[in-house]
């Protein structure tokens, strides 16, 4: 997450405060926990301590609940900064198409009518009468926006991370079962990137008013179910 945040910060234009900042890399938690829970049992299966493990009595499924519970965590804690904390900006969850420039010139100077402001003859910006109402509002936030966006977060995060896990863990294919083994992994990376594309364009058609802002997370609750099921199979 600290690297996210880094690179987010390297990669737009200046002056921008850090609660805007945080909500461009807090949607990506439940993709860094992925990668916290591959980082974690990525050792552990080659090694074979999960073999080993799995002699003792224990099941993968519960070999690997550590280092999903922990990646969890961490995901969990930017959901609850994304829906409790109003300075975290999240704008990028609603993205809507902006109006085209309003500046023009005219009586010899550059004005926009829409913002109220005007480039006087020295080049110095100021206000004149009251900023029009925008009819197409950038970065418009629909109501429980916040809240459709914590929610998503949460879901996708645990979604991710048990997915992850159960790659990693699945019990070594046999040379007759390599080809099911890889239809299972391709199952799990349809799943979720079926789901997280349906959750974006859920978004912005939230963005646009045409439906509730909490279901952008219904496809990310869908692909929870699917991912404890296919996780409990490790058991």
Do not use: N
Not at 76 to 95: M, N, R
Not at 150 to 172: E, H, K, N, Q, V
Not at 206 to 211: E, I, V
Request: proline letters at 7%.
């Amino acid at each position: 997450m600290a690297l996210a945040s880094l690179i987010a910060a390297a990669s737009d234009e200046g002056g921008i405060p850090w609660s805007e900042r945080a909500g461009h890399a807090l949607p990506f938690a439940p993709f860094c926990g992925a990668i916290g829970v591959w980082a974690a049992l990525a050792p552990v299966r080659v090694r074979g301590e999960a073999a080993a493990l799995e002699a003792l009595g224990r099941t993968r499924g519960q070999v690997g609940a550590p280092a999903v519970t922990g990646a969890a965590i961490a995901a969990l804690a930017c959901a609850v900064a994304i829906g409790l904390a109003p300075a975290v900006d999240i704008a990028g969850f609603y993205p809507t198409a902006t109006h085209a420039s309003a500046w023009r010139f005219r009586d010899g100077r550059f004005e926009d009518p829409v913002r109220g402001l005007r480039i006087r003859e020295d080049g110095a910006p100021e206000k004149f009468g009251t900023a029009a109402a925008d009819p197409i509002q950038a970065w418009a936030v629909p109501r429980h926006g916040r809240a459709a966006a914590s929610l998503a977060t949460a879901f996708a995060s645990l979604a991710i991370g048990l997915i992850a896990a159960r790659m990693l863990l699945a019990p070594p294919a046999q040379p007759l079962r390599k080809a099911r083994v890889l239809r299972d992994h391709l199952v799990d990376v349809a799943a979720c990137g079926l789901a997280i594309i349906s959750s974006a364009v859920l978004f912005q058609v939230a963005a646009a008013g045409r439906a509730p802002a909490l279901s952008a997370a219904a496809p990310l609750v869908i692909l929870l179910g699917f991912s404890v099921k296919r996780y409990r199979a490790l058991s």
